[in-house]
Antibody
Framework: EVQLVESGGGLVKPGGSLRLSCAASGFNFNNAWLSWVRQAPGKGLEWVGRIKRKSDGGTADHAAPVKGRFTVSRDDSTNMVYLQMNSLKVEDTGVYFC???????????WGQGTMVTVSS | SYELTQPPSVSVSPGQTARITCSGDALPKQFAYWYQKKSGQAPVLVIFKDSERPSGIPERFSGSSSGTTVTLTISGVQAGDEADYYCQSSDSSGFYVFGGGTKVTVL
């Protein structure tokens, strides 16, 4: 079964750090670009960042609101993708989804999401 | 920064047609994708590359493109289609962006 499973969410104080994990299974992970998308309470979807497959350079890109604070990384040996979040702000609160374009162009596979709450 | 503009809401009676637009300057050069998002659930891809439909998505969902606007059309709307719908595309640098979302209400 093709699957993405996020973990690592929780409550953190402003200025703190958190690392989200996403475990992938059921598809050729090495061949995939992996992304993180978030949704703040009552708000829309927001693209956070992505990491390319090694054959495309393996580099990561991040959206402007998180650039310099968040880092997407991957471990192809364990089929894991990570989102390291530093200097967290209240406005980073939301559900974070791991997603990828596995079979089609477009994000056709999504995890169930993990909740991050930044509050004092 | 690049923006995709959607109407905040669309209301439609059961059996009628809902049309959701998404406008962006780069849309003539970049494909658009559409997602259905229900509360508490992960998004579902309903249209990719402007007008292609993934397997398992009902034929009543269709997409089209004209200039700087793409449109998601839901024909014969059903109660289960009530959800938020988001368009997604890329800016000139290849960074992804989502539209603000459109809430579809079935009257």
């Amino acid at each position: 079964e093709v699957q993405l499973v996020e973990s690592g969410g929780g409550l953190v104080k402003p200025g703190g750090s958190l690392r989200l994990s996403c475990a992938a299974s059921g598809f050729n992970f090495n061949n995939a670009w992996l992304s993180w998308v978030r949704q703040a309470p009552g708000k829309g979807l927001e693209w956070v960042g992505r990491i390319k497959r090694k054959s495309d350079g393996g580099t990561a890109d991040h959206a402007a609101p998180v650039k310099g604070r968040f880092t997407v990384s991957r471990d192809d040996s364990t089929n894991m993708v990570y989102l390291q979040m530093n200097s967290l702000k209240v406005e980073d609160t939301g559900v974070y989804f791991c997603t990828s374009a596995v079979f089609l162009e477009g994000y056709d596979i999504w995890g169930q999401g993990t909740m991050v709450t930044v509050s004092s | 920064s690049y923006e995709l503009t959607q109407p905040p809401s669309v209301s439609v009676s059961p059996g009628q047609t809902a049309r959701i637009t998404c406008s962006g300057d780069a849309l003539p050069k970049q494909f658009a994708y559409w997602y259905q998002k229900k509360s508490g659930q992960a998004p579902v891809l309903v249209i990719f590359k402007d007008s292609e439909r993934p397997s398992g998505i009902p034929e009543r969902f269709s997409g089209s493109s004209s200039g700087t606007t793409v449109t998601l059309t839901i024909s014969g709307v059903q109660a289960g289609d009530e959800a938020d719908y988001y368009c997604q595309s890329s800016d000139s640098s290849g960074f992804y962006v989502f539209g603000g979302g459109t809430k579809v209400t079935v009257l």
